[in-house]
C-alpha cells in the first residue's frame, strides 16, 4: 500500500505527470506526453519524472540506438576505388598491371583498390615477368552487372540513416575504416511507465490544487498562510548528491604515472609537436617507403611543408646508414634515400622523437628519462582508436643495460599501478631489436599495452651513444581504460560531467 506521505509529498508537476501518464494508459515517451498535455517542454516531463522514479512510482526506460549515413559524398564520386578499377579491368581485357591503376586512378585510390579487389575476391594478383597483374575472377565479372553487398549498404545509407541492427556488422566495420566516408549518430529514446505503486497512487486519487512549497515573508506577514495548503517536505525523498570539485580523472592519473616514474629516478623531459621526418622517422631507422610515412597514417602539414635540416654531417650519416649500414655492420635498406622526404613537416606520431632527440643531446650513460606526451596519427575513429592520444615514453641509457633489466623496469611500473601479472611477446619494431609487446592480465584476459626493446646501433651510432639504450612506448589511454574498466576510448574525453563527478579520486 501507498505510504499517505508519498501522496502528500507529491508536487504540482508530479501530480500533473502522474494524471498524463493514467490518460495514455501508464506508458508514453516524453514527446507523447507533450502533444496530447499540457506540458510544453521535455525538461517539465523529465525533471518531475526523475522525482518519480526515485520514489518508485514510476520508471524511466532510455535506449540508445546508432545509425549510419553517408560523410563525405566526394568519396562516392564514380564509385568505390574498387569498382573503378574493375571496369578498367574489364575494358582492358580482364588483367592490367598493378602499377598502371595509377594512370587511371588517384595514387592514393589506386593502392586501396587492389586491396579490396583482393579481398572480396574480384581480382586476383598474380606474378608476371618480374610484374605483378591484376586479373579479374569469375565473381569479378558477376560485379560488374551487380553491386556488391557494401555498396548496397552505401545506397542504403544514401536514401537514409541505417541503424546498425539493420546492418551486416562486419560490412559497417570495414565501411567505418574508409576514413571520413560514413558518418555515426547515436540516437536515444525514453520511456516513462507506471510502476505498481504509481497505479495505485493514481486509484487513491490524485487532486490538482494549488499548494505552497516555500514559507515567505509575505505570507507570514500577510497572514494568508492561514488560507494555504502547504506540500509534505519528505525528509526521505531523493537529494540532489554534492560533489567536490577534483581534477580531471585523466590529469590525476598522469599525474600518478609521472610519481612513479620519478620515484623510479627517472626525469622527464618533452619536445614540440611538429617535427621533421627526419627526426621522426629517419633517424629512428624507419625506411623512407614504409607504409606508415603514408598519407593515410601520418598528419602532413601544409604551412609549412618542410623543416630545414640544419645539422648537416648528422644528416649523411643517417642516410649512409639507411643505404648501406653506414660503420654499423648493418646492410641498411638500400635503394635511395631523400633528403626533401627526410625534411617534410608533421606531427609527431610517437614520443619516441622526443627521447631520441634527448640521446641526441647527452649521448652518455647514465640516462633515465620519461615522456607523458601527445601523439598525433591519421587513425578513423571508434572505440579503440583515436587520432590524437597520449603516450607513456621512456629511456635508460646503462653501460650494464641488458634485456632483463628492461623487462624489470616495465614490471615494476606496472606493478606500482596495480597490475600485479605482466607478460611480454616477441614483437617488431623498425628501430629496436630485440623487440617485444607488454601485456597485463585484468578481468581475466591478457591485454596488451605498449611496445619496447633495446634500440638498434643503426639509431644510436649517428650520436656516438656506446652503451645499451633501454626504450619503450606505451599506451596511455588504454591503461585508462583498463583501470576505470571502460569500453569506449572516446568515453575518456566525452565531456560528460555526471561521469566525471562519480569518477573517484583514487
Known amino acids: 500500500m501507498i505510504p499517505s506521505k508519498v501522496l502528500e509529498g507529491l508536487s504540482h508537476n508530479e501530480k500533473r505527470l502522474l494524471l498524463a501518464l493514467g490518460e495514455e494508459g501508464g506508458r508514453a515517451s516524453p514527446e507523447d506526453l507533450l502533444s496530447v498535455s499540457d506540458f510544453q517542454l521535455e525538461v517539465e516531463v523529465m525533471n518531475p519524472a526523475s522525482w518519480l522514479q526515485s520514489k518508485g512510482l514510476l520508471t524511466i526506460e532510455e535506449e540508445r540506438e546508432r545509425f549510419y549515413s553517408i560523410g563525405d559524398e566526394s568519396m562516392l ?16 581485357g580482364g588483367e592490367v598491371s598493378m ?55 552505401i545506397s542504403r545509407m544514401q536514401m537514409a540513416p541505417v541503424s546498425e541492427n539493420e546492418a551486416d556488422k562486419g560490412l559497417l566495420k570495414d565501411l567505418l575504416g574508409r576514413k571520413g566516408l560514413v558518418r555515426e549518430d547515436l540516437r536515444s529514446s525514453r520511456s516513462l511507465a507506471l510502476t505498481d505503486l504509481g497505479l495505485e ?20 506577514q500577510s497572514g494568508r498562510w492561514k488560507d494555504k495548503d502547504f506540500r509534505r517536505y519528505d525528509v526521505n525523498t531523493f537529494a540532489p548528491a554534492v560533489y567536490p570539485a577534483k581534477r580531471h580523472p585523466l590529469t590525476r592519473l598522469g599525474d600518478r604515472i609521472r610519481s612513479i616514474f620519478l620515484q623510479m629516478g627517472f626525469a622527464e623531459i ?30 602532413y602539414l601544409q604551412d609549412p611543408p618542410s623543416v630545414e635540416l640544419e645539422d648537416k654531417e648528422l644528416v649523411e650519416k643517417v642516410k ?36 631520441i632527440r634527448h640521446l641526441a643531446r647527452n649521448p652518455g650513460a647514465p640516462t633515465k628519462v620519461f615522456s607523458l606526451g601527445r601523439l598525433h596519427r591519421n587513425e578513423a ?24 633489466m628492461l623487462v624489470s623496469i616495465l614490471r615494476e611500473f606496472y606493478k606500482r599501478m596495480g597490475f600485479e601479472e605482466m607478460r611480454i611477446r616477441p614483437a617488431y619494431f623498425p628501430y629496436t631489436e630485440p623487440s617485444l609487446e607488454v601485456e597485463v592480465f585484468f578481468n581475466g584476459k591478457w591485454l596488451e599495452l605498449g611496445g619496447a626493446g633495446i634500440f638498434r646501433p643503426e639509431v644510436v651510432a649517428p650520436f656516438g651513444v656506446e652503451h645499451p639504450v633501454l626504450a619503450w612506448g606505451l599506451g596511455f589511454e588504454r591503461l585508462a581504460m583498463l583501470t576505470w574498466d571502460m569500453k569506449d576510448i572516446r568515453d575518456l574525453y566525452v565531456s560528460d560531467i555526471d561521469m566525471l563527478r562519480r569518477n573517484t579520486i583514487f
Open 99 to 153: 602499377s598502371s591503376l595509377s594512370e587511371v586512378l588517384p595514387v592514393d585510390d589506386a593502392k586501396a583498390s587492389i586491396g579490396w579487389l583482393k579481398r572480396k575476391g574480384l581480382a586476383d594478383i598474380v606474378p608476371s615477368d618480374g610484374d605483378k597483374l591484376l586479373r579479374i575472377t569469375e565473381k569479378g565479372r558477376r560485379h560488374l552487372s551487380e553491386p556488391t553487398p557494401d555498396e548496397i549498404l
Open 77 to 92: 564520386e564514380g564509385g568505390l576505388p574498387e569498382r573503378r578499377a574493375l571496369f578498367h579491368l574489364d575494358s582492358s
Open 201 to 220: 497512487a493514481l486509484e487513491s486519487g490524485i487532486e490538482l490544487k494549488e499548494e505552497v512549497v516555500q514559507l515567505t515573508p509575505e505570507l507570514i
Open 270 to 299: 618533452e619536445e614540440e609537436y611538429v617535427q621533421s621526418a627526419f627526426w621522426n622517422m629517419d633517424v629512428l631507422f624507419t625506411p623512407q617507403d614504409h607504409p606508415a610515412r603514408e598519407l593515410h597514417d601520418t598528419f
Open 320 to 355: 649512409r646508414i639507411h643505404i648501406d649500414g653506414g660503420d654499423t655492420g648493418s646492410t641498411g635498406w638500400g635503394g635511395e634515400w631523400s633528403e626533401d622526404v627526410a625534411s617534410k613537416a608533421m606531427l609527431r606520431t610517437h614520443t619516441t622523437v622526443n627521447t
Open 381 to 404: 575513429i571508434d572505440s579503440t582508436h583515436l587520432p590524437e592520444f597520449t603516450q607513456i615514453e621512456g629511456i635508460v641509457v646503462d653501460e650494464n643495460g641488458s634485456f632483463d
